[in-house]
């Protein structure tokens, strides 16, 4: 690419930058510590889905100092090669004289990037980079920067971020305080009806933005990079597996339901969405990893707004809507999960802490039901013997106490309050 137009793009870049802080910026709750990691000589990747405010939070934490940027994911940067990067630095260094920080918004557009990104650590420049492809990045960052990097993993807003975009402060004395505890229900409410992706939450139109964001994750982020064929295909299953979000799933079904040719490709596909933080499989827990390998998988959704974006109204379950955010919640919290898997009965959640199984968890709307109480806690108990495992919770709707079974004690907590815990 010639200088010229570089310049022009990197300078139009750096007022994009510039109108950002002018805009209202959620502190993340990995803020903090991600700022204290942003001068250490280590590269700093932040990886997630499109949009969920990686490079925000990349921006935010260099604010105070003088440093390049370079977003790939610009059209106008569509063709851009490594051959391209000197003219790149060369153009920063006019723009940002002496500067020593460096952001590079969605690197792994760019073949060799890593390499470029190698070259410049050692000449001491200290480093970001975000990415929406897991794999990708990994891969490389595993090749060419082994030990010298860390990884942020980012997500859309949890719901404390929700609250604070809100202006809705939390105490732990507004549990107790009825009007408060009112508020923070109807906002955990459109909280899991619109999800958390930043831009969705001064948006009317926000289905349709988010309709759009699924439709570019699987032309941008799946299509285009793996050269995908049977684009139709791979969208009709992207939808399949969204719709039937905590549900067991497992390949040779897929392959039927869309008359595929292979497992493999079923396999592949549901990868790739997953790379792109899209989707998440859930594996079944098992201490032998054939059997694992052997049983169904579950898939959740990376947003809550984005399940009810693509599904009717009609169609979706407020239950199964608690227990995505819950999952989304234990990947926040950076936890080993996985659901438990029996003929007679199901853990919606497993914990798992080294060897040990930390926690059980299971989510229902009300144990109002009987049959409903009596199953939920069978599960937690029947599972909780045989996996040595005291720590048994009940994620409820609105309902709040303990329950005593079986010489355990049986934690029950509404979501809001588990979602807000510290």
């Not at 592949?268 to 989707?279: A, H, I, P, R, S």
């Not at 609105?398 to 979602?419: C, N, S, V, Y």
């Amino acid at each position: 690419m010639e200088k010229h137009l570089i310049k022009q793009i990197l300078l139009e870049q750096k007022g994009e930058v510039a109108d950002l802080f002018k805009e209202r910026i959620v502190e993340r709750e990995c803020g903090q510590s991600t700022k204290k990691m942003f001068g250490a000589d280590l590269v700093k990747v932040i990886m997630g889905v499109r949009r969920c405010g990686k490079s925000v939070l990349a921006h935010q934490s260099l604010r105070s100092q003088e440093y390049g940027y370079i977003n790939f994911d610009d059209e106008r940067l569509i063709g851009a090669t490594k051959e391209d990067l000197n003219n790149f630095l060369e153009v920063l260094q006019e723009i940002h004289p002496g500067f020593k920080y460096l952001l590079l918004d969605e690197a792994q557009n760019i073949e060799g990037w890593e390499l470029f990104v190698n070259r410049l650590k050692r000449r001491r420049y200290i480093i970001t980079v975000t990415g929406s492809n897991a794999k990708l990045l990994s891969k490389e960052l595993a090749t060419h920067l082994t030990g010298r990097h860390f990884t942020i993993e980012l997500y859309p807003f949890s719901f404390k971020e929700f609250l604070s975009y809100r202006d809705i402060s939390i105490d732990e004395k507004d549990f107790y305080a009825t009007e408060k505890r009112a508020l923070i229900n109807r906002s955990l409410d459109e909280y899991l009806t619109m999800g958390g992706f930043p831009e969705v939450l001064h948006l009317e139109a926000w289905s349709q933005y988010l309709r759009e964001l699924f439709d570019k994750i699987i032309t941008r982020d799946v299509v285009l990079r793996y050269n995908i064929k049977y684009v139709k295909a791979l969208k009709e299953a992207a939808l399949y597996v969204i719709s039937n979000f905590g549900a067991r799933l497992t390949y040779n079904k897929l392959k039927n339901i869309f008359e595929m040719k292979s497992v493999h490709t079923v396999k592949n596909y549901l990868n790739y969405l997953e790379e792109t933080y899209l989707v998440f499989q859930l594996e079944p827990f098992s201490f032998k990893i054939k059997e694992q390998v052997k049983q169904p998988r579950k898939v959740y959704c990376i947003d809550t707004g984005l399940i009810s974006a693509l599904i009717p109204k009609t169609t979706i379950d407020h239950g199964r809507i608690m227990e995505n955010a819950v999952f989304l919640e234990l990947k926040r919290r950076g936890k080993e999960v996985f659901y438990y898997s029996d003929p007679s009965f199901e853990v919606d959640f497993l914990v798992k802490e080294g060897k040990k199984i930390a926690q059980l968890i299971q989510v229902c709307r009300s144990l109002n039901d009987g049959e409903t109480k009596k199953r939920e806690i069978k599960a937690l108990l029947r599972v909780g013997r045989s996996l040595q495992c005291r720590r048994l919770l009940v994620v409820t709707s609105d309902q709040e106490g303990e329950e005593k079974a079986g010489g355990e004690k049986i934690q029950i907590l509404p979501l809001w309050k588990w979602l807000l815990e510290k």
